[in-house]
Nanobody, 126 residues
Framework: QVQLVESGGGLVQAGNSLRLSCAVS????????MGWFRQAPGKEREFVAS????????YYSDDIKGRFTISRDAGKKTVLLQMNNLRPEDSAVYYC???????????????????WGQGTLVTVSS
């Protein structure tokens, strides 16, 4: 069993930065993937970024590539999402997710992840 707790959301002005954190408890595996997804009101949940727990290979959606950076601290069992140059369209609830065995072809799909945090709200004002 894996438990995930997000923190770091809030209200910021466009152009500013936020850093989200996901604390991971429970067992992780080298082929585990940790992901960030987001869901805006009235929209479906969408992939933001993910990282392999072992090796640290990263994946990003085109919408945020170059502005967001995902990283993990294996010792602290924490996954971070650094969000720079935020835009109003980045406003959403951001969810941390974990999957124990996630193949690359599905790493951007929410169905590949078995564990989810409660979400943290990010609001970007114009």
């Amino acid at each position: 069993q894996v438990q995930l707790v997000e923190s770091g959301g809030g209200l910021v002005q466009a152009g500013n930065s936020l850093r989200l954190s996901c604390a991971v408890s429970g067992r992780t595996f080298s082929n585990s993937a940790m992901g960030w997804f987001r869901q805006a009101p009235g929209k479906e949940r969408e992939f933001v970024a993910s990282i392999r727990w072992g090796g640290g290979h990263t994946y990003y959606s085109d919408d945020i590539k170059g502005r967001f950076t995902i990283s993990r601290d294996a010792g602290k069992k924490t996954v971070l999402l650094q969000m720079n140059n935020l835009r109003p369209e980045d406003s959403a609830v951001y969810y941390c997710a974990a999957g124990n065995t996630v193949i690359t072809s599905t790493i951007r799909s929410s169905s590949a992840y078995h564990y989810w945090g409660q979400g943290t709200l990010v609001t970007v004002s114009s």
